[in-house]
């Protein structure tokens, strides 16, 4: 099952019958990217106010009783994988295989006969998470707050 499916399954279905080019990046790949919280408090938090305003929204939902899909002491990065594909396009990372139609309880129907769209199976979860904490780090250097 995928994260936002459920948002609109009909727009999925017209993408997929579609003939535009399509990388799907499922939802177990997603749940890849993830790190504690105390490694975002020190990578995140003390680079500049954008650290400090990240870590703290982030905190402030965990604490929320919104936050049910996350345990606690870790926290999912999973939007990041689109820039990690961007990033560090690796062949061996997906398949080309025939785009899917979803029915309304959100399962798949292989065999569609649709074009063949990008499908990732794994994701470099710690190129993704340290690209981005290095990047906030050189930028944001000169503003550390301890």
């Known amino acids: ?7 609109d399954i009909l727009a999925a279905n017209i993408i997929m019958e579609s003939d535009m080019k399509v990388w799907q990046i499922p939802a177990d790949c997603v749940s890849e990217v993830i790190c504690g919280i105390a490694e975002l408090e020190q990578k995140v ?6 650290g400090r305003y990240l870590f703290e929204q982030l905190s402030e939902f965990n ?11 870790n926290w999912g990065l999973g939007d990041s994988c689109t820039i990690g594909v961007l990033l560090h396009d690796n062949s061996y ?4 295989q025939e785009a899917p139609r979803f029915n309304m309880d959100m399962t798949y129907v292989h065999n569609t ?3 063949k769209i990008r499908v990732y199976h794994k994701m470099d ?3 993704i998470l340290e690209d981005f904490f ?3 780090a050189l930028t944001y250097r000169k503003q ?3």
């Open 1 to 7: 099952m995928e994260f936002n499916l459920s948002n």
């Open 45 to 50: 938090r003390p680079y500049g106010k954008i």
């Open 63 to 73: 604490d929320s009783p919104y936050a049910h899909w996350t345990s606690g002491e």
């Open 93 to 96: 990372y997906y398949n080309m």
């Open 113 to 115: 006969g649709y074009r």
């Open 125 to 127: 979860a710690r190129f």
């Open 134 to 136: 290095s990047k906030l």
């Open 144 to 146: 550390k707050q301890l």
